[in-house]
């Protein structure tokens, strides 16, 4: 094996296109050069927004050349916005002491809680190595800039353990996913739920029906520039509700469908003639993820239906075999969303702060369990299923 090389880059341009997605593949939309540039390109990733590009390449060296081995999506971030494991408490901590908690590093598909590969690797063999050298340089990067930490968000199981292994500290949380047990409609699904839960989710659509909303399905290369202004509308208002304004904005949503069309489309819900809500999903050849809604005024069970009865439908209809929402959502259980653990590895600088925060997290992994373990025990599906 050659020497292994790591160099920051402020901007994924650097790497480009065929370099990056010919090592990290485009099966995973949140992954793929499209969706990391547009983000850059557009201004939602920036230092002025709290996200500086601060990617990692890895290059090994046989001779006087180099090959590009394995790429990590790598922020600086000045804030905790937009990244779905919270650590709001920490930097207060930080502060209450007279220290610094920001900048800090974090791996991440900005704005995007969907687990999958954080360290993407040309040969699979080279992962031990890649992760340990990785790891090693970012703590020192750190040192040298002053960062407080790094972060690594939602990565694979396998990348999380050897994370650990390099002394990143283990967090869990909890997401809900629906699984499609090759169910050959929507009304399989219903049927493999106890009675009870089956009714209700057939009352709840029947009261959208009975509101006189329909849906419509526009894939990515269809969807036009009046459909995005109208969506973009919708997604603001989930935010102003919430008194904030959303992390992204009209151009990157319009990049995504002129880049990447293939992997996405929206549901619109029709009153008549007008779209009073819309939903974007992206998707893989086995995944469906749900992401990004809003609506024009409050109807009742409009969002279950939108964000996840029409997802579901999608799933078995097109024979994919799961429906990553988003994060959080217990609502998502009677709906037949199963809670699936997620990771988080975080090494901190400072260590009476890592001390402390080893603690924290110890007890927060065991509350974790028994969390997953109580929700389990309220799925929906009947028992002789």
């Known amino acids: 094996m050659g020497k292994l090389e790591i160099v920051f880059v402020n901007s994924i341009a650097k790497i480009g296109k065929q370099a990056w997605n010919g090592i990290t593949g485009i099966e995973n939309p949140f992954a793929r050069y499209e969706f990391l540039w547009g983000l850059e390109e557009t201004g939602c990733t920036t230092g002025e927004k709290g996200w500086a590009p601060y990617h990692v390449a890895l290059y090994q060296r046989a001779t006087t050349e180099r090959e590009l081995v394995a790429l990590m999506p790598l922020y600086l971030k000045t804030n905790s916005y937009g990244e779905y494991v919270f650590d709001w408490s920490w930097a207060s901590a ?3 002491n007279g220290l610094n908690y920001y900048p800090k590093f974090v791996t991440a598909m900005p704005f995007t809680p969907s687990q999958g590969n954080r360290v993407f690797l040309k040969d699979p063999a080279l992962a031990v190595p890649a992760i340990e050298i990785i790891s090693s340089s970012i703590k020192k990067e750190a040192e040298a800039i002053n960062a407080s930490s790094w972060h690594v968000l939602f990565p694979s199981r396998e990348e999380h353990n050897l994370l650990q292994r390099n002394g990143i500290e283990e967090r869990t949380a909890c997401q809900f996913h629906w699984f499609n047990k090759e169910y050959g409609c929507f009304d399989d699904f219903l049927q493999a739920l106890n009675s009870r839960k089956r009714k209700n989710i057939k009352k709840e659509r029947q009261v959208v029906i009975d509101q006189g909303i329909r849906f419509e399905i526009i894939d990515g290369g269809d969807i036009l520039p009046h459909h995005w202004q109208k969506f973009y ?10 008194g904030m304004h959303g992390y992204l904005n009209l151009e990157f949503f319009r990049q995504l469908g002129r880049s990447m069309p293939e992997q996405l489309f929206l549901i619109q819900a029709l009153l008549g003639d007008q779209c009073i809500a819309a939903a974007l999903f992206f998707k893989n050849f086995q995944q469906l993820f749900g992401r990004y809604w809003g609506s024009a005024r409050d109807f009742q069970f409009l969002h279950f239906e939108t964000c996840f009865y029409q997802g579901q439908e999608y799933c ?17 259980i009677q709906r037949g969303f199963e809670p699936v653990k997620t990771y988080s590895n975080h090494w901190i600088a400072d260590e009476r702060f890592a001390e402390a925060i080893s603690e924290f997290l110890l007890e927060e992994r065991q509350y974790i369990e028994h969390y997953i373990e109580a929700a389990k025990s309220r799925l929906p599906f009947r028992q002789d299923g």
């Open 94 to 96: 930080y502060r209450g």
């Open 233 to 242: 509308a919708f997604y603001q208002s989930t935010y102003q509700m919430r």
């Open 316 to 332: 078995i209809r097109n024979g994919l075999r799961s429906f990553d929402s988003g994060a959080q959502g217990e609502h998502k």
